[in-house]
Structures are given as structure tokens and as C-alpha cells.
């Protein structure tokens, strides 16, 4: 089964950086594009990143343009995010979503989320 | 401020039928299929309902989704206590080169 584990997540202060991990497993990862979904405490979804199945093609919110970094590794099938320069409104759950074959901005498996909180 | 506009809440008895709406513009609705999402307290989202009524593998046909120009519904009839969530609408925008969401709405079955 599909199985999306992400890691990395903690307190930080602002300014500060942090590299988020998303574990897959259960699918030919190198097979999918992927994401970085993002959702601060008691508020919704805020879409970060997107990486296409290579690499090659990738996409960020303006929220997080010149900031945060998204890559892949295909061999260790993984999905990270470098976040820099980070501040208290990057507070929130961050999910690893796999975009689905199916459909335009699908997101078909979420994993659990991972807690990064910016404060001093 | 979402992208997309979705009422903040929604509620009902049991049984009963239940509608979401999402508004957009032209360059996410207006162009591209919506995706809802349902979220339930304390956990991840989950795919509801993908090119605009399509169910994934294991969602009940109680829930039902339609799109009309820059505007989409999602429907949920014979409304269950274990249907209390947060319901979000997404699409693609071509503007942003992103995926939109809205701002989600809390469901509350009475």
C-alpha cells in the first residue's frame, strides 16, 4: 500500500533553516510528481511546491519563492524540503502529497504531516 | 485569503442532504477540473472526489461533485455522524503555476 512517512520537523527559530524528509514506499516513486502542502495551525490548505517525476520541472508557491528548495531522490525514493530564512507565518503541518496520474492537480496520498514551528 | 471560496461552514441532521460550493475564477475553476478533500479532526487530508464528480476506489456514492463555468458543489445526501470534517475544494491556476485550495468548510452533523 501507498505510504508516504515525512520527518523533520521541530522548532526552529526565525531565520533559521530546516530540511523536511517524505519517506514513499508502496509505488514506483519515480514514476510521480510530488508535493509540498503546507497548513497552519487552525487554517487550511496552502499548496508550497512541486517537483515532477525527473526533477526537472518544478514549481513554488510565492509564499516560499527564493527560500525554500524541493528535490527528489529517485534511488532513495524521497521527496525533501530545504526551508531557509524561515519565519513564524511558514508555522504550520507540512504534508507530502503524491500527485495523481489522474486528473490535473490531484494530490491521491497524503502522508501524515510533519509539525514545524518558527518562534524565538 | 484563499484563492478559492468556499463557505466557512455547513451543517445537518441525520439523513439529510448536504451541499458545499466553491467559487473560483478563470484561471483555476474556470480552466481545470476540481478535487475535493476531506479532512477529519486530527488527521490528513484524503482525495474525495477528483475531476469535478469522480469518486476514488472506497468513497461512498453519497457524495456526489458537479462544476458549472467557475463555480463547483459537492453534495453529500443520506448525511452520517461519522461525515463531520472539514471539506476542501482544489484546483489547478494557471496564473500561479500552483494548485489553489479554499479556505474549507467545517461540516457539522446536528
Known amino acids: 500500500q501507498v505510504q508516504l512517512v515525512e520527518s523533520g520537523g521541530g522548532l526552529v527559530k526565525p531565520g533559521g533553516s530546516l530540511r523536511l524528509s517524505c519517506a514513499a514506499s508502496g509505488f514506483t516513486f519515480s514514476d510521480y510528481y510530488m508535493s509540498w502542502i503546507r497548513q497552519a495551525p487552525g487554517k487550511g490548505l496552502e499548496w508550497v511546491s512541486y517537483?515532477?517525476?525527473?526533477?526537472?520541472?518544478?514549481?513554488?508557491a510565492d509564499s516560499v519563492k527564493g527560500r525554500f528548495t524541493i528535490s527528489r531522490d529517485n534511488a532513495k525514493t524521497s521527496l525533501y524540503l530545504q526551508m531557509n530564512s524561515l519565519r513564524a507565518e511558514d508555522t504550520a503541518v507540512y504534508y507530502c502529497a503524491r500527485y495523481s496520474k489522474f486528473g490535473t492537480g490531484v494530490y491521491d496520498y497524503w502522508g501524515q504531516g510533519t509539525l514545524v514551528t518558527v518562534s524565538s | 485569503q484563499s484563492v478559492l471560496t468556499q463557505p466557512p461552514s455547513a451543517s445537518g441532521t441525520p439523513g439529510q442532504r448536504v451541499t458545499i460550493s466553491c467559487s473560483g475564477s478563470?484561471?483555476?475553476?474556470?480552466?481545470?477540473?476540481v478535487n475535493w478533500y476531506q479532512q477529519l479532526p486530527g488527521t490528513a487530508p484524503k482525495l474525495l472526489m477528483y475531476s469535478n464528480d469522480l469518486r476514488p476506489s472506497g468513497v461512498p456514492d453519497r457524495f456526489s461533485g458537479s462544476k458549472s463555468g467557475t463555480s463547483a458543489s459537492l453534495a453529500i445526501s443520506g448525511l452520517q455522524s461519522e461525515d463531520e470534517a472539514d471539506y476542501y475544494c482544489g484546483a489547478w491556476d494557471n496564473s500561479l503555476n500552483g494548485v489553489v485550495f479554499g479556505g474549507g468548510t467545517k461540516l457539522t452533523v446536528l
Open positions: 478563470s484561471s483555476n475553476i474556470g480552466s481545470y477540473s
Open positions: 517537483i515532477s517525476s525527473s526533477g526537472s520541472i518544478i514549481y513554488y
